[in-house]
C-alpha cells in the first residue's frame, strides 16, 4: 500500500465553518472516521489537497428523539447507533444495519454520514496503483472505459452502504448544508445510478443529519450477504419496513444495497397492500426485487448468485416481521 501524500489539515469548530473552508479549498475533502477515505487516498484512488476534518463539530454529533422523529447527526459513530436504545427499540433495522458495518474497531470511528456517502466499489477499482497499473485501470479512475460493461460509458461500481437501505425503507430524510442554507430531501434523492458521481451533493454541500419517522406500527430488519462473517462489504444486502393491521398488510418498503451504483427501493409493492402476506404477494415481491436488481460483475462472485440472494433476502425478511407482527 502506497504511503499517504502530503496535505493540509483543516478543523473546523461548525459545519458552517467547515462549508466555508471547503469554499475556499475546492480541492478538500470532508472526513470523519477516514475509515473509507484514507484508505482510498493511500491507494491513489482519490487526490486531496485538503482534510477538513469534522471530528470537532459537536452540531453533527447529537442524536435528538422528538415526538415523532429521530434526528440523527451526520457525525455520530455506527457504534453508537447500533447501541441507542431508540434505534435498537423502534429502528431495528438501522441498528443491524449499522451493526453490521466491518467490525468494531471500525464501527468506533466510522460515522454515519461517511457510511450514507461511502464510494462506490469495484473488483477493477478498489485495488493498489500497481495492479490497476498492471491491468490498464478503468475510467472510474485514471482509464477509458467501464471493465465491467466494456461498452458502457457509465460506470458500474457498486454502492455498498449497509445504513442507506435501512433508512430508505424506513421514510427518511436528510439535512443539507450548502452555501445557500439548509435544505431538506429524501433520502433517495441522495443518490444516483451512476458509479462514477453517484451522490447528488453539490461541491462542498456537507451531509449534516438524517431524520427518520418514528411509527411503532411499522417492524423492520436488515440483513446482508457477504463472502466473511465479518468486516466484508455487502455481496447484497436488503431492509425491509412492513406495516400489519387486522390481518393484512397496510405498508410495505424494501431498499437494496450492493445491486446498483445507488441504494435501491423496490418499487410496485402496492399490488400486496390490503392482503394477507401469502405465496402469490411473495411472489409478487420476488418478482419486483428481481426488475429493481442491476447487479453487474463488480466482485469475484457470480452475477447471478448476487441477484438470487437479494430476492431470497426480500422474501425471507418480509415473511419474518409479517410473523412477527401477527
Given amino acids: 500500500m502506497n504511503s499517504l501524500p502530503e496535505f493540509n489539515y483543516l478543523r473546523p469548530a461548525t459545519a458552517a465553518d467547515a462549508v466555508r473552508m471547503h469554499a475556499a479549498n475546492p480541492a478538500s475533502h470532508y472526513i470523519a472516521?477516514?475509515?473509507?477515505?484514507?484508505?482510498?487516498?493511500?491507494?491513489?484512488?482519490?487526490?486531496?489537497?485538503?482534510?477538513?476534518d469534522l471530528g470537532a463539530i459537536t452540531e453533527l454529533a447529537d442524536i435528538v428523539e422528538q415526538a415523532d422523529t429521530l434526528?440523527?447527526?451526520?457525525?455520530?459513530?455506527?457504534?453508537?447507533?447500533a447501541a441507542h436504545p431508540a434505534v435498537q427499540a423502534r429502528l431495528p433495522a438501522i441498528a443491524q444495519g449499522a451493526l453490521?458495518?466491518?467490525?468494531?474497531?471500525?464501527?468506533?470511528?466510522a460515522t454515519l454520514g461517511g457510511n450514507l456517502c461511502l464510494d462506490t466499489r469495484c473488483n477493477y477499482y478498489?485495488?493498489?496503483?500497481?495492479?490497476?497499473?498492471?491491468?490498464?485501470?478503468?475510467?472510474?479512475?485514471?482509464?477509458?472505459?467501464?471493465?465491467?460493461?466494456?461498452?458502457?460509458?457509465?460506470?458500474?461500481?457498486?454502492?455498498?452502504?449497509?445504513?442507506?437501505?435501512?433508512?430508505?425503507?424506513?421514510?427518511?430524510?436528510v439535512e443539507i448544508l450548502g452555501a445557500e442554507g439548509v435544505r431538506r430531501q429524501t433520502l433517495p434523492e441522495l443518490y444516483r445510478d451512476d458509479g462514477m458521481k453517484w451522490l447528488t451533493l453539490a461541491s462542498g454541500e456537507l451531509l449534516l443529519a438524517v431524520r427518520v419517522p418514528l411509527d411503532?406500527?411499522?417492524?423492520?430488519?436488515?440483513e446482508k450477504v457477504r463472502m466473511r462473517g465479518a468486516i466484508d462489504f455487502p455481496l447484497a444486502g436488503v431492509a425491509v419496513a412492513l406495516r400489519r393491521e387486522k390481518g393484512v398488510l397496510t405498508g410495505l418498503r424494501i431498499a437494496c444495497t450492493g445491486v446498483a451504483s445507488q441504494p435501491l427501493a423496490i418499487d410496485g409493492l402496492d399490488a400486496v397492500l390490503g392482503k394477507p402476506l401469502d405465496d402469490a404477494s411473495l411472489a409478487l415481491i420476488s418478482e419486483q426485487a428481481d426488475l429493481a436488481n442491476r447487479?453487474?460483475?463488480?466482485?469475484?462472485?457470480?452475477?447471478?448468485y448476487r441477484r438470487g440472494v437479494s430476492l431470497v433476502l426480500a422474501k425471507r425478511l418480509t415473511q419474518r416481521l409479517w410473523d412477527a407482527a401477527a
Fill in 216 to 222: 411503532d406500527a411499522w417492524v423492520s430488519a436488515y
Fill in 100 to 109: 453490521s458495518v466491518a467490525g468494531p474497531t471500525h464501527r468506533a470511528g
Fill in 126 to 173: 478498489n485495488q493498489s496503483e500497481a495492479w490497476r497499473a498492471g491491468n490498464n485501470y478503468c475510467m472510474k479512475r485514471d482509464g477509458e472505459g467501464c471493465r465491467v460493461a466494456k461498452k458502457s460509458k457509465r460506470c458500474y461500481a457498486a454502492f455498498c452502504g449497509d445504513v442507506a437501505p435501512a433508512l430508505i425503507a424506513l421514510g427518511a430524510e
Fill in 33 to 52: 472516521g477516514g475509515t473509507d477515505l484514507m484508505p482510498n487516498i493511500r491507494r491513489g484512488l482519490v487526490t486531496i489537497g485538503a482534510a477538513i
Fill in 295 to 304: 447487479s453487474m460483475k463488480t466482485t469475484l462472485v457470480d452475477v447471478l
Fill in 71 to 81: 434526528r440523527i447527526g451526520s457525525g455520530v459513530t455506527l457504534a453508537r447507533i
